[in-house]
């Protein structure tokens, strides 16, 4: 096997750098990604990764053949000590027009990178938010999937390069927050956590189910619901959360400030206990 | 160069079969295409295209070499008795995460394929609609521009396999219809024609615009705006385009059905026209 320096890239269990220009996940963006992130050779959360491609493939009428990624993806991560490892499952090639090929021969991309280095003070001190003026399509087809079709996410991120936002809120068509741009958003109300729902648009994120579960097993119940500007607002505590950084408390938006509470260290510790 | 076969590919320039696995186009669909009919040599409505890719790169602060592209769109052509030219714009190779990269290195690719073979009686007798359950998000970011983030159009595309259905009819998120899969439609009401506006969801297709300039032309100014499912259905005439076909009849949506009127035949001479 080539070295597993960053980059490396696993096309079908192949090593390669290139893929074929017919490719339906470049014509359309017709296919699912999951990025996961590589603890000391092994894959916190794995199976709730796999578990939200195979949600992704049924939505797509995609066949998804999990052993073959789940192999490849555990045998990799066994070579490392940490790092990124991101799957592209696309419908593979295709001809011209939108119609299912038929057979379909679904492509799998195994991608290397790097684990990012955030500074220590986002998960210790708290990040702002830029506020996206970008929003969200409504789309519950393809809501809460991770398809390819990210062209909203990326006009919302390139809406600021001001390091001093470390993600970027984004809302529906209404008006109403709903995640950030690569992170799903958690709010403390007087009666308890509340995550936005993401059945109209927005991703159903890995750390945030496992969190909605392990809060919920503690007696925190999580409600899950269309949550406006001023309920954010209100909010006594703010986080976001991903499967790659874990939980970051958020201390601002726009001139709005929070304060980090205990709840949040609750959540953090949760999610450090499960990517440890 | 390479013999012209279908499948024939050009990317930046070069012939080629393959591109980097790490080209955003892949990752996000971050980018655009058009959709090219070679007649004799040439491509009909060159300057059109080109313009929509334009208003399309400035949507997505995508840089776009129009002289590159034309130049080798021109020349390919030349090359060709007929034909489609299917132009795919991305914003290059990309490191992980949304931000866009810095310098932005955007990729062209041109890809050959043959004329497809429509059953003459499509143009001829009519066709009749699929009424897609797919609806279109609204986004008024993306609406217009011919982007990557096509999982909507692959989505309606899989509700039918029967021939009998040469399009579908696909609506927005208030089930008004919007256009088709790969076409606009145009309603003939008493006061004249109209076509759905494209402002909030759907692509603002380049036969649309052409028809809609040179109906105005000729006294029969079409409106554009929101449409409802009842003005659909009462019209006395309604049809589809794009600029690989030129103009069909629909004589068919469920069990409603339609007669092919003098003003759609009108219509079908001037595609015709601007397409031999």
């Known amino acids: 096997m080539a070295e597993l320096s960053p980059g490396f890239t696993l096309i079908d269990g192949q090593p390669q750098t290139q893929l074929s220009v017919r490719d339906r996940g470049l014509a359309y963006g017709d296919g699912l990604f999951e990025t996961l992130r590589v603890v000391n ?19 797509l009428q995609l066949a998804c053949d999990t052993s073959a990624i789940e192999q490849e993806l555990s045998r990799l991560a066994a070579q490392l000590d940490s790092g990124i490892l991101k799957l592209i499952l696309t419908r593979g090639d295709g001809q011209r027009g939108y119609a299912l090929p038929l057979p379909q021969q679904p492509r799998r991309i195994i991608q290397l990178a790097a684990l990012p280095t955030y500074p220590a003070s986002h998960a210790a001190q708290g990040i702002r ?52 741009t690569v992170s799903n958003l958690f709010l403390r109300l007087q009666d308890g956590w509340v995550t936005p729902a993401v059945d109209q648009c927005g991703v159903q994120g890995v750390m945030r189910d496992y969190l909605c579960d392990q809060l919920a097993a503690i007696g925190q119940p999580v409600r899950v619901r269309a949550v406006s500007q001023a309920e954010l607002l209100s909010s006594s505590e703010v986080f976001c959360c991903n499967s790659v950084y874990g939980v970051w408390p958020v201390v601002g938006l726009g001139n709005h400030q929070w304060s980090i509470g205990p709840n949040t260290r609750q959540a953090q510790t949760l999610a450090q206990q499960v990517m440890s």
Not at 41 to 59: E, M, T, W, Y
Request: charged letters at 20%; aromatic letters at 4%.
């Open 129 to 180: 938010l830029f506020p996206c003026a970008t929003r969200l399509g409504q789309q519950p087809l393809l809501a809460g999937i991770k398809h390819l079709n990210r062209l909203e996410q990326v006009l919302a991120r390139a809406e600021w390069d001001d390091p001093a936002y470390a993600e970027g809120l984004v809302c529906n068509q209404q008006g109403e927050p709903v995640e950030c």
């Open 41 to 59: 050779g092994r894959i916190p959360l794995l199976q709730q990764h796999l578990a939200r491609l195979v949600r992704g493939a049924s939505r």
